[in-house]
Nanobody, 122 residues
Framework: QVQLVESGGGLVQAGGSLRLSCAAS????????MGWYRQTPGKQRELVAT???????NYANSVKGRFTISRDNAKNTVYLQMNSLKPEDTAVYYC????????????????WGQGTQVTVSS
């Protein structure tokens, strides 16, 4: 079992910056990758950025060059540094952890945080 707790959301003006944090606890040894997703009412949840246990990163085209995902292994925490924020970035941001376990076969499962609201004003 993995628990994820996000923090750092809030209200910011366009062009401003915000840093989101996601603290993981539980069976973190089985986590292969973590990431950030966001969702706006009426739209599907979309991938923002991911980072694997090996350090490989992936970003949505809409945030590439503006957002940076990183991790602090000692604190079991993943971060999302968001710069040059736009009103279109307004959404609830969710932390995700992808687990792979062996139980006579490989099992995969996704854990989600409670979400943190990010609002960017014009």
């Amino acid at each position: 079992q993995v628990q994820l707790v996000e923090s750092g959301g809030g209200l910011v003006q366009a062009g401003g910056s915000l840093r989101l944090s996601c603290a993981a606890s539980g069976s973190i040894f089985s986590i292969n990758a973590m990431g950030w997703y966001r969702q706006t009412p009426g739209k599907q949840r979309e991938l923002v950025a991911t980072i694997t246990s090996g350090g490989s990163t992936n970003y949505a085209n809409s945030v590439k060059g503006r957002f940076t995902i990183s991790r602090d292994n000692a604190k079991n925490t993943v971060y999302l540094q968001m710069n040059s924020l736009k009103p279109e970035d307004t959404a609830v941001y969710y932390c995700n952890a992808h687990e792979t376990r062996w139980d006579r076969r490989w099992l995969e499962y996704d854990y989600w945080g409670q979400g943190t609201q990010v609002t960017v004003s014009s």
